[in-house]
C-alpha cells in the first residue's frame, strides 16, 4: 500500500509543482542510514539553471568539495580528498560527468573544475514521510522527532490517506506539517502548515530512545550545509522512478510511469510483488524502462536530460586564453 502511495504521491507533486522529487535517500548526518525519508522534494533556487547545464546526474559529492579551483589544475591526489584509488574513481565520475575537466602534466593527472558549482541553486528541501494508514503509524513519531530536532530539511510533511485528528495531531511535532491525500483522485489537502525550520544553524540529532533518556549528537550548521548539498545531488540525480518494471505482460506503465497490474488492478512495487512465484506471472518484455523515465522526468520536471555540459565550452574558452 505504502509504495502505490508514494508514487501517487510523486506523480501528483510532479504534475502540481515545479519541485525535482525523488524517494527513499539518507536524512542523517551522525547516524547515516538510520533515518531515510520517503520523498524529498527540491524546490529550484534562482541559479537552477546553472545546475542543470552541468549534467542530468549526481555530481559526486567529494568533487563539488574539492579544493580544485576553475583557474588553476591541481593533481589528483589533492584535488580530491579520499584514498588514493578511491580518489581517482571520484575523479573519474566527475569527468565523466562533465564538472572536471583533466589533463597531464608530466606523467601525473590533473583535474580542474570545468565550471563553479552553482550555490544557490536549491530554494528548499521539502522532506514527505508516508503513513497511509495512521492506524499503523509504525516508527513514525521517531521519525518526525528526528527531522524536526535536526532541521536538515527545510520543511517536513507527514502525507496520510487517513482522518486526521486532532489526536494525531497532538502527537507529532507541532512543526511538521500534514496533509490528507487521496491517490485515487490525486488531490491532496493541507490539514497543518509545515513551519520553516532552521537549515542554517546546529541540529540535534536523535540517535537512539531509553527508557529516561535519549541519546544525541550535536550535529553543526557545516555539516548540515554539506549534507543538504549531497541530498540536493542525489536527488537531482536520482529523481523518483527508481523501479525495474518486470517481465510480465500483465504490467503496464501508467501515463505518468508507475508499474500497473492488470491482474491485480492496481499499482504494484515489482520487487516485492512480482516474479515467477505470482499467480498471475505471464513472461513477457518490460513495460518500460530507464529511457522511458528519463523521458518523462525531462517532458514533465524542470530537470534536463543530457545537457550540453559546461566542459567543451570552457576547452574552447582556453584555446583564447
Ligand atoms: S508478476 Fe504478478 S503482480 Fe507483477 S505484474 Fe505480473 S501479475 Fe501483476
Not at 531515510?36 to 568533487?63: Q, Y
Not at 583533466?102 to 521539502?126: Q, S
Not at 491532496?188 to 527508557?211: Q, S
Not at 514533465?300 to 565550452?313: I, L, M, N, S
Request: hydrophobic share 35%; with cysteine.
Amino acid at each position: 500500500m505504502e509504495f502505490g502511495f508514494e508514487l501517487a504521491l510523486c506523480a501528483h507533486l510532479e504534475a502540481a509543482t515545479d519541485w525535482v522529487l525523488a524517494r527513499q535517500l539518507g536524512g542523517a548526518v551522525a547516524a547515516p542510514g538510520s533515518r531515510i525519508v520517503d520523498i524529498v522534494g527540491l524546490v529550484p533556487g534562482p541559479a537552477f539553471d546553472e545546475r542543470t547545464r552541468i549534467t542530468d546526474r549526481t555530481i559526486p559529492p567529494k568533487a563539488v568539495e574539492s579544493d580544485a579551483g576553475v583557474g588553476e589544475a591541481v593533481p589528483v591526489a589533492e584535488a580530491v580528498d579520499a584514498r588514493p584509488d578511491r580518489a581517482r574513481g571520484i575523479a573519474d565520475a566527475a569527468v565523466d560527468r562533465g564538472f572536471f575537466t583533466e589533463e597531464r602534466h608530466g606523467g601525473t593527472r590533473y583535474v580542474r573544475k570545468a565550471t563553479r558549482y552553482p550555490d544557490d541553486w536549491v530554494d528548499e528541501l521539502v522532506a514527505i514521510e508516508n503513513k497511509p494508514d495512521l492506524g499503523r503509524p509504525g516508527d513514525l513519531r521517531r521519525q518526525l522527532r528526528v527531522d524536526a530536532s535536526l532541521a536538515l530539511f527545510d520543511r517536513v510533511v507527514l502525507a496520510t490517506e487517513s482522518h486526521v485528528t486532532g489526536a494525531h495531531l497532538n502527537r507529532i511535532p507541532e512543526s511538521v506539517g500534514v496533509w490528507r491525500f487521496r491517490p485515487a483522485a490525486g488531490e491532496h489537502e493541507v490539514i497543518r502548515e509545515a513551519t520553516p525550520l532552521d537549515t542554517d544553524g546546529p541540529g540535534v540529532e536523535l540517535l537512539a530512545e531509553h527508557p529516561g533518556r535519549t541519546d544525541v549528537a550535536i550535529v553543526s550548521a557545516d555539516e548540515k550545509a554539506e549534507k543538504r548539498r549531497r541530498i540536493a545531488e542525489r536527488a537531482y540525480g536520482k529523481g523518483w522512478r527508481t523501479y525495474a518494471f518486470p517481465g510480465c505482460d500483465n504490467c503496464g506503465a501508467t501515463a505518468d510511469g508507475r508499474p500497473r497490474c492488470a491482474h491485480f488492478d492496481r499499482v504494484v512495487d515489482p520487487a516485492s510483488d512480482c516474479g515467477e512465484s505470482c499467480s498471475g506471472w505471464q513472461p513477457g518484455d518490460p513495460a518500460s524502462g530507464d529511457d522511458d523515465a528519463a523521458a518523462l522526468r525531462d517532458a514533465r520536471t524542470p530537470w534536463e536530460r543530457d545537457p550540453p555540459g559546461v566542459a567543451r565550452r570552457q576547452a574552447g574558452l582556453d584555446r583564447f586564453g
